[in-house]
């Protein structure tokens, strides 16, 4: 350790040095002696004295210093951050205007109104009425270049209302739901993983369903009845992209929960996350190629062990099976889908929802880049296992006209040929946006 000398004692040490050269010149007396003695022992004393006084000072010094120090942090924290960043590092949660620590939030939606005029035959209800079915909002934020949350929030029909305010007159037909919220992470350059309410990737329509994207007021029956679109469920999945143009999912969710109350049609199995039952959780894979300019080919499988949730005995598991195909050359367009369930179970079997199908195919052409036209023939059958009346089949032939991209008028006309002879024919008319 290396040793610091006191100025006392440096000082010390130079008189002393100074003194001796000058009395080297002879041998000193005793007198002579006691002299130098006590003339160094006046210096100490008076340099003694000097370094009480240096050190009374250097402490006042640090005392100032200390008491100007937490004046400043006193003052500091009276003012507040002063900047947005350092609100954001002060706060560290929600508060208002200040909601995290980074990133950039965004906002869209899309909806459409409808109107339908059809007449009912057979037994079939006439339908005329108009309806603003769905006004969607989006909201998604990016935490950072890898980071992302997404979310869409969804009214149907209009309003809701209050149970305690509703009659057999006044009946609020609408809901609010969430369709999807999820936080997604890129893993790597190829990867994703996804965790939260997701939709569920099979068919056409079920993950992107926006009104400017496709033809006909409604949509279509088949991905309605069978997919069931719109679908979602809880869980998580991962997206990877192992080559250009090729697409894989895996997906690890909650399942459906069907019951003989409704024929065990799918469509009314979904929950909606919403407390759901999680007793049995369900996979869906599905790959996707659109390495061809315009064209879309996927196919997608899922499997559930059983498919009531523990509540029916009589019913087991499910598999759906889905392939479909999208093209777009030049003005021609077309699209084509063929879904399938096989359920197991005598309950299903015993009212044919055992086997669960349906198709259609949708040639389109733009006549301007505003304007087109489609057709498209629909067969589905909730009940496909039996050999009963149960196969619905429906034309839809319409016009669809963007004023602009992300804005949708249209109209179109269906007919009805179903076996049991309940049909309803006739027009619809639409209004879409998306932004």
């Given at each position: 350790?290396k040793?610091?000398?006191?100025p006392?004692?440096?000082?010390?040490?130079a008189?002393?040095g100074a003194?001796?050269?000058a009395?080297a010149?002879g041998?000193?007396?005793?007198e002579?002696?006691?002299?130098?003695?006590q003339?160094q022992?006046?210096?100490?004393?008076?340099?003694?004295?000097?370094?009480?006084?240096?050190?009374?000072k250097?402490?006042?010094?640090?005392?100032a210093?200390?008491?100007?120090?937490?004046?400043?942090?006193q003052a500091d924290a009276?003012?507040?951050?002063?900047?947005?960043?350092e609100?954001?590092?002060?706060?560290?949660?929600?508060?208002?205007?200040h909601?995290?620590?980074?990133?950039?939030?965004t906002v869209?939606g899309?909806g459409e109104?409808?109107?339908n005029?059809?007449?009912?035959?057979?037994?079939?209800?006439?339908?005329?009425e108009?309806?603003?079915?769905?006004?969607?909002l989006?909201?998604?934020?990016e935490?950072?270049a890898r980071?992302?949350?997404?979310?869409?929030l969804?009214?149907?029909?209009?309003?809701v209302e209050?149970?305690?305010?509703k009659?057999e007159?006044?009946t609020a037909?609408?809901?609010?739901?969430?369709?999807?919220a999820?936080?997604?992470?890129?893993l790597?350059?190829?990867?994703?993983?996804?965790?939260?309410?997701?939709?569920?990737?099979?068919?056409?329509i079920?993950?992107?369903h926006?009104?400017p994207?496709?033809?006909?007021?409604?949509?279509?029956p088949v991905?309605?009845?069978?997919?069931?679109?719109?679908?979602?469920?809880?869980?998580?999945?991962?997206?990877?992209?192992?080559?250009p143009g090729w697409?894989?999912?895996?997906?690890?969710?909650?399942?459906l929960?069907?019951?003989?109350?409704?024929?065990?049609?799918?469509?009314?199995?979904?929950?909606?996350?919403?407390?759901?039952?999680?007793?049995?959780?369900?996979v869906t894979?599905?790959?996707?190629w659109?390495?061809?300019?315009?064209l879309?080919?996927g196919?997608?499988?899922?499997?559930q062990?059983?498919?009531?949730q523990g509540t029916d005995?009589?019913?087991?598991?499910?598999?759906l099976?889905?392939g479909?195909?999208?093209?777009?050359?030049?003005?021609?367009?077309?699209?084509?889908?063929y879904a399938?369930w096989?359920?197991?179970g005598?309950?299903?079997?015993s009212v044919?929802a055992?086997?669960q199908?349906g198709?259609?195919?949708?040639p389109?052409?733009?006549v301007?880049?505003e304007?087109?036209v489609?057709t498209?023939?629909?067969?589905?059958?909730?009940?496909a296992g039996?050999?009963?009346?149960?196969?619905?089949?429906?034309?839809d032939?319409?016009?669809?006209?963007?004023?602009?991209a992300?804005?949708?008028?249209?109209?179109d006309?269906?007919q009805?040929?179903?076996?049991?002879?309940?049909?309803?024919?006739?027009?619809?008319v639409g209004v879409?946006?998306?932004?």
């Amino acid at each position: 350790m290396k040793k610091r000398w006191s100025p006392l004692a440096a000082c010390s040490l130079a008189l002393l040095g100074a003194s001796i050269p000058a009395e080297a010149a002879g041998t000193p007396s005793l007198e002579q002696m006691w002299e130098l003695i006590q003339r160094q022992q006046q210096e100490i004393e008076r340099l003694k004295a000097l370094n009480r006084a240096l050190e009374q000072k250097m402490d006042a010094a640090g005392e100032a210093i200390d008491q100007a120090r937490q004046a400043a942090a006193q003052a500091d924290a009276k003012a507040g951050p002063g900047t947005v960043a350092e609100a954001h590092a002060e706060s560290g949660a929600h508060t208002p205007f200040h909601h995290g620590l980074s990133g950039r939030t965004t906002v869209g939606g899309y909806g459409e109104l409808h109107y339908n005029n059809l007449s009912g035959k057979g037994g079939a209800k006439d339908k005329d009425e108009i309806d603003f079915h769905r006004f969607i909002l989006f909201l998604n934020h990016e935490f950072d270049a890898r980071t992302r949350f997404a979310s869409e929030l969804e009214v149907e029909h209009a309003f809701v209302e209050d149970e305690g305010n509703k009659t057999e007159e006044n009946t609020a037909p609408g809901e609010v739901a969430l369709e999807y919220a999820f936080v997604e992470r890129d893993l790597t350059d190829q990867l994703q993983l996804r965790a939260g309410m997701l939709l569920v990737p099979a068919g056409i329509i079920n993950e992107t369903h926006e009104p400017p994207t496709f033809y006909g007021v409604e949509r279509n029956p088949v991905e309605t009845n069978i997919i069931p679109t719109t679908w979602r469920e809880g869980g998580v999945s991962l997206i990877g992209r192992p080559a250009p143009g090729w697409q894989y999912d895996i997906v690890l969710h909650s399942g459906l929960g069907i019951s003989g109350g409704s024929n065990f049609a799918v469509r009314d199995g979904r929950k909606g996350v919403g407390k759901a039952p999680a007793n049995d959780p369900a996979v869906t894979t599905r790959i996707k190629w659109t390495g061809f300019p315009g064209l879309e080919l996927g196919a997608a499988f899922q499997y559930q062990t059983d498919i009531g949730q523990g509540t029916d005995p009589s019913v087991g598991s499910a598999h759906l099976w889905e392939g479909h195909a999208a093209l777009t050359r030049g003005r021609f367009g077309l699209r084509a889908l063929y879904a399938r369930w096989d359920l197991n179970g005598p309950g299903p079997k015993s009212v044919g929802a055992d086997v669960q199908e349906g198709w259609y195919i949708e040639p389109s052409f733009k006549v301007t880049p505003e304007i087109g036209v489609f057709t498209r023939y629909n067969v589905w059958n909730n009940q496909a296992g039996q050999k009963g009346p149960t196969e619905k089949r429906q034309w839809d032939v319409g016009l669809n006209y963007w004023p602009h991209a992300d804005v949708v008028f249209k109209v179109d006309y269906q007919q009805q040929e179903n076996e049991d002879g309940k049909d309803q024919n006739g027009f619809n008319v639409g209004v879409g946006y998306m932004f």
